[in-house]
């Protein structure tokens, strides 16, 4: 919600060749715009309806990966690179994903924390994830 992240997940994406698939909610175009300091267009996907598009994309053969603390989640460390198109879910920093988007997950990420915080920034957790997926960390 908060251009300062979309921003922030939109260069991680060019970094690591990624695409960037954001919802169509109002906020969201100003957001990018204040938040993108790329000097070329970015690659971003505009989603009407994110659980039909998410169900699409698996029925499609897409690889889904969400970040979220869940019993059957896997260390990042442990994360692999993806083999293949791959979408990484990430919810709102304090409800985190939604339900109806937890149950098309193939994948569970959590990112450990040592510390009292119940989570990270959406970008910054985001920018770990997508690093990881891409072989880069």
Sequence with gaps: MHGANLG???RTCDAVGACLAVP???WVPEALRRGNTLRRPA????VNDPPGWLTREKAAGTAIVGVELAD???RLADLPPARGR?????G???????PE?????????????VGMGASLNVAVAGSLVLYKLAGLL
Excluded at 92 to 98: A, L, M, N, R
Aim: hydrophobic fraction near 50%; include cysteine.
């Design 8 to 10: 922030t997940l939109l």
């Design 24 to 26: 169509r909610f109002p």
């Design 43 to 46: 690659c971003v996907h505009w």
């Design 72 to 74: 059957e989640s896997v």
């Design 86 to 90: 791959t979408i990484a879910v990430l």
């Design 92 to 98: 709102h920093e304090q409800q985190g994903i939604p």
């Design 101 to 113: 988007a937890l149950d098309l997950l193939d994948t569970v990420v959590e990112i450990p924390m």
